[in-house]
T-cell receptor
Framework: GEEVAQTPKHLVRGEGQKAKLYCAPIKGHSYVFWYQQVLKNEFKFLISFQNENVFDETGMPKERFSAKCLPNSPCSLEIQATKLEDSAVYFC????????????FGSGTQLSVL | SQKIEQNSEALNIQEGKTATLTCNYTNYSPAYLQWYRQDPGRGPVFLLLIRENEKEKRKERLKVTFDTTLKQSLFHITASQPADSATYLCALEGTNAGKSTFGDGTTLTVKP
């Protein structure tokens, strides 16, 4: 497709429950990035992929967060045992070439942990 | 530690004036700097990219400058319109980095 598709738009979980977010990058884009936006603007990098390989995971909380990009499937970001502080908008972005092509962002998934 | 600062959380200007937004960084050697626009409830949208060896880039009413000595980028919107009201984010990436690092953004309001 011609846009980054993120699902679901909204996700509500009780503390301790699992949350799984999905991202379909633009067709032909090799790189996928996940960002977390907490509060109004603070953008935190989580992880990036080159095709199905992890490219940079320096922002990923090691214990409860995991992510995958498998061939012929949407990429996913999974949070085990969600905490209140995980409440945020999670954005996925894709780019054709990493070397600073512009990023195309999806509309985000609003995760609310109650 | 690496830090990116964008001037004032909010900027209010009158329609027709030039808006100037600032992005300062420390402990960083970016190869590229980008500016994005974000509207409420939406993901950021790319506006302009400038490389470390470029001083200035223009696109229609937008102009970006990049001063690697001052470690600063300025983003200008000339003849501003109420439709320009949004949050503007700068993002930096190093040559070998696998990610872009974003500033906290500046929310611009253009009043008619």
């Amino acid at each position: 497709g011609e846009e980054v598709a993120q699902t679901p738009k909204h996700l509500v979980r009780g503390e301790g429950q699992k949350a799984k977010l999905y991202c379909a990058p633009i067709k032909g884009h090799s790189y996928v990035f996940w960002y977390q936006q907490v509060l109004k603007n603070e953008f935190k990098f989580l992880i990036s992929f080159q095709n199905e390989n992890v490219f940079d995971e320096t922002g990923m909380p090691k214990e409860r967060f995991s992510a995958k990009c498998l061939p012929n499937s949407p990429c996913s970001l999974e949070i085990q045992a969600t905490k209140l502080e995980d409440s945020a908008v999670y954005f996925c972005a894709s780019s054709q070439n990493r070397i600073n092509e512009k990023l195309f962002f999806g509309s985000g998934t609003q995760l609310s942990v109650l | 530690s690496q830090k990116i600062e964008q001037n004032s959380e909010a900027l209010n200007i009158q329609e027709g004036k030039t808006a100037t937004l600032t992005c300062n960084y420390t402990n960083y050697s970016p190869a590229y700097l980008q500016w994005y626009r974000q509207d409420p409830g939406r993901g950021p949208v790319f506006l302009l990219l400038i490389r470390e060896n470029e001083k200035e880039k223009r696109k229609e009413r937008l102009k970006v400058t990049f001063d690697t000595t001052l470690k600063q980028s300025l983003f200008h919107i000339t003849a501003s319109q109420p439709a320009d009201s949004a949050t503007y984010l700068c993002a930096l990436e190093g040559t070998n980095a696998g990610k872009s690092t974003f500033g906290d953004g500046t929310t611009l309001t253009v009043k008619p």
